[in-house]
């Protein structure tokens, strides 16, 4: 079984865990896990720029004060084996290295010489073909001394005689970058930025938080993992996308499991009810989408769309009395119903009615409270399997920042909060992007769903889903899943309407789970479009990509 997970995104103390109990075991050691670190990366490397594997080459390696280093040296000798030259500089005292990082230090001692670090001696060397950052990896969580910053930044490439590119390799991350949270600490908001990124990162056993998470991907560069033969009971995966999350360990939206891609029929169709076989539509479900005034129909048309086109059998868009006409001129296979008030949508609204989505294009105030909390209220009696699920967007929570707790105690476990951060601030201000210090996307999240009682999905590239009880993942909408052309007006409303419709169908999965599969299916039909993209492409494009999960 291969030792390497590429789906969970630990965190800095979770992967301690795993290494020590592996050590404590006594079925391995530190220095052997640092032996194979160090030979993966140098794979790694090679299997990238596979003209570094042919001929001689020279590395400049920075080595750090602890066990980063320590991988440092076992790349520096086994690069030496290849027959390159390789200069080695120390950040900190060889004497207090951790001992399998000294013993390290020591062999490679052997081979050959280590400078303390200076960086006017760093710049002072022969151009190298490959960078190694092997000073701070998993673990740090403090700004990087101005002198290491300085080395360190990708300008300082340019101190060398211009030519080839130099490639840079960073070990477990570039230094700097906190692996838990994606973002760099900075003791001074002034101070000016120093820039540490890298062509290819590689990670040990599992992707870190911090990979997928802020800054993590564009410093990161091309991720690899490396299996250094982590093999004991805590070091599989534990939940696969599709199934309940873990409550401890974050994972990441995409259809992998134990390094083995999953049928698109499995995940995402296993999570399309409509896939899944014959049924009449109301087995489908009936989604009401509640839209806006004259005027501000868009936003609640294009969500009523995009619900219908992800297998909803009905949809039903609920409008002012004066703004009937308006929608009747745009919509035909939706449905459409004149609603001024909570009272009239109690009266609208009966026991066939399986997902709500409110918010898009409804305006500020007391009316969309009290629109929401009828929706909260709605049950659906005894011909309902579960009740309706309720997915609140944009106005729908930005009418409750002066009250978010109103709004949290009439949430319930079938209703989704779906907040970009400008919202989330509004409804958390505690746990604003401003305010958040050492706590990350994840963490946040999960206070959130704990605090609202329901399913919070904070979007972004780094889009977050959590619900009560500490289950988490990530869709990162980065590297070849990156979607500038998303950023649009309307794109939030319509991922609104398709979490409303694929959670409709009587036989729909776990509610987190169809958020999951919803945010990778908005992400994959922007994809598919391309750049030109607005908002109401989404739900014309998605039939092609549904098209494809029958296999």
Same mark, same amino acid.
């Given at each position: 079984?291969?030792?390497?997970?590429?789906?969970?995104l630990?965190?800095?103390?979770? #992967?301690?865990?795993?290494?020590?109990?592996?050590?404590?075991?006594?079925?391995?050691?530190?220095?052997?896990?640092m032996?194979?670190?160090?030979?993966?990366?140098?794979?790694?490397?090679?299997?990238?720029?596979?003209?570094?594997?042919?001929?001689?080459?020279?590395a400049?390696?920075?080595?750090?004060?602890?066990?980063?280093?320590?991988?440092?040296?076992?790349i520096a000798?086994?690069?030496?084996?290849?027959?390159?030259?390789?200069?080695?500089?120390?950040?900190?005292?060889?004497?207090?290295?951790?001992?399998?990082?000294?013993?390290?230090?020591?062999?490679?001692?052997?081979?050959?010489?280590?400078?303390?670090?200076?960086?006017?001696? !760093?710049?002072?060397?022969?151009?190298?073909?490959?960078?190694?950052?092997a /000073?701070?990896?998993?673990?740090?969580?403090?700004?990087?001394?101005?002198?290491?910053?300085?080395?360190?930044?990708?300008?300082?490439?340019?101190?060398?005689?211009?030519?080839?590119?130099?490639?840079?390799?960073?070990?477990d991350?570039?230094?700097?970058?906190?692996?838990?949270?994606?973002?760099?600490?900075?003791?001074?908001?002034?101070?000016?930025?120093?820039?540490?990124?890298?062509?290819?990162t590689?990670?040990?056993?599992?992707?870190?938080? &911090?990979?997928?998470?802020?800054? &993590?991907?564009?410093?990161?560069?091309?991720l690899?993992?490396?299996?250094?033969?982590?093999?004991?009971?805590?070091?599989?995966?534990?939940? #696969?996308?599709?199934t309940?999350?873990?409550?401890?360990?974050?994972?990441?939206?995409?259809p992998?499991?134990m390094?083995?891609?999953?049928?698109?029929?499995?995940?995402?169709? &296993?999570?399309?009810?409509?896939?899944?076989?014959?049924g009449?539509?109301?087995?489908?479900?009936?989604?009401?989408?509640?839209?806006?005034?004259?005027g501000?129909?868009?936003? &609640?048309?294009?969500?009523?769309? #995009?619900?219908?086109?992800?297998?909803?059998?009905?949809? $039903?868009?609920?409008?002012?009395?004066?703004?009937?006409?308006?929608?009747?001129c745009?919509?035909?296979?939706?449905?459409?119903?004149?609603?001024?008030?909570?009272?009239?949508?109690?009266? !609208?609204?009966?026991?066939? /009615?399986?997902?709500?989505?409110?918010?898009?294009?409804?305006?500020?105030?007391?009316? $969309?409270?009290?629109?929401?909390?009828?929706?909260?209220?709605?049950?659906?009696?005894?011909?309902?399997?579960r009740?309706?699920?309720?997915?609140?967007?944009?106005?729908?929570? $930005?009418?409750?920042?002066?009250?978010?707790?109103?709004?949290?105690?009439?949430?319930?476990g079938?209703?989704?909060?779906?907040?970009?951060?400008?919202?989330?601030?509004?409804?958390?201000?505690?746990?604003?992007?401003?305010?958040?210090?050492?706590?990350?996307?994840?963490?946040v999240?999960?206070?959130a769903?704990?605090?609202?009682?329901?399913?919070?999905?904070?979007?972004?590239?780094?889009?977050?889903?959590?619900?009560?009880?500490?289950?988490?993942?990530?869709?990162?909408?980065?590297?070849?899943?990156?979607?500038?052309?998303?950023?649009?007006?309307?794109?939030?409303?319509?991922?609104?309407?398709?979490?409303?419709?694929l959670?409709?169908?009587?036989?729909?999965?776990?509610?987190?789970?169809?958020?999951?599969?919803?945010?990778?299916?908005?992400?994959?039909?922007?994809?598919?479009?391309?750049?030109?993209?607005?908002?109401?492409?989404?739900?014309?494009?998605?039939?092609?990509?549904?098209?494809?999960?029958?296999?």
């Open positions: 079984m291969r030792g390497e997970t590429v789906t969970e630990l965190t800095a103390a979770q #992967m301690r865990a795993i290494e020590q109990a592996q050590i404590e075991s006594g079925e391995v050691t530190g220095l052997h896990l032996e194979r670190a160090g030979r993966g990366a140098v794979g790694a490397a090679l299997a990238k720029w596979p003209e570094l594997a042919q001929g001689r080459h020279r400049l390696i920075l080595c750090g004060p602890g066990n980063n280093g320590g991988d440092g040296f076992v000798r086994r690069l030496a084996d290849r027959g390159w030259d390789v200069d080695v500089f120390l950040y900190g005292d060889a004497e207090q290295l951790p001992p399998d990082a000294k013993t390290n230090h020591d062999l490679w001692r052997a081979m050959g010489r280590v400078a303390p670090f200076e960086p006017a001696a !760093i710049r002072g060397c022969d151009r190298p073909d490959l960078f190694v950052d /000073v701070f990896g998993t673990g740090l969580t403090r700004p990087i001394p101005d002198d290491l910053a300085m080395a360190l930044d990708v300008r300082m490439m340019d101190d060398w005689t211009r030519g080839a590119a130099i490639r840079r390799l960073a070990i991350c570039p230094s700097g970058l906190n692996l838990d949270t994606g973002l760099i600490p900075s003791s001074d908001e002034d101070a000016p930025a120093r820039v540490n990124s890298a062509h290819l590689v990670s040990f056993h599992s992707l870190k938080a &911090g990979h997928k998470l802020g800054l &993590g991907p564009k410093l990161c560069g091309d690899r993992v490396v299996d250094i033969g982590l093999t004991g009971p805590d070091a599989a995966e534990r939940a #696969m996308v599709g309940a999350p873990d409550a401890e360990r974050a994972r990441l939206v995409t992998e499991f390094n083995t891609a999953l049928p698109p029929r499995v995940w995402p169709g &296993g999570m399309i009810a409509k896939m899944q076989g014959q009449h539509k109301y087995d489908y479900g009936h989604v009401m989408v509640v839209a806006g005034g004259p501000r129909g868009g936003a &609640g048309r294009m969500a009523a769309r #995009m619900a219908l086109r992800s297998g909803a059998g009905l949809v $039903t868009v609920l409008c002012p009395q004066d703004a009937v006409t308006e929608n009747a745009h919509l035909d296979a939706v449905m459409l119903r004149a609603c001024d008030s909570a009272t009239a949508f109690g009266e !609208i609204a009966d026991d066939r /009615v399986t997902a709500i989505c409110l918010g898009p294009g409804m305006g500020v105030g007391a009316q $969309t409270r009290d629109m929401v909390a009828a929706a909260l209220a709605h049950r659906r009696g005894d011909r309902g399997r009740n309706a699920a309720v997915v609140l967007d944009a106005d729908a929570l $930005t009418s409750f920042e002066n009250d978010p707790d109103t709004l949290f105690s009439q949430c319930h079938r209703s989704v909060l779906t907040p970009h951060e400008g919202e989330f601030a509004r409804l958390f201000p505690d746990l604003a992007q401003s305010r958040r210090g050492a706590l990350s996307k994840i963490d999240v999960r206070i769903a704990d605090r609202a009682g329901c399913i919070v999905l904070l979007k972004g590239e780094d889009t977050v889903i959590a619900h009560p009880g500490g289950g988490a993942s990530v869709h990162s909408a980065t590297g070849d899943r990156a979607v500038p052309w998303l950023a649009t007006a309307g794109a939030g409303d319509v991922l609104a309407g398709l979490v409303a419709g959670a409709a169908p009587e036989t729909s999965p776990d509610l987190f789970c169809v958020v999951e599969a919803a945010v990778w299916l908005h992400c994959e039909a922007a994809r598919l479009f391309g750049p030109g993209l607005i908002a109401e492409d989404l739900p014309e494009i998605l039939p092609k990509v549904l098209r494809t999960l029958a296999s």
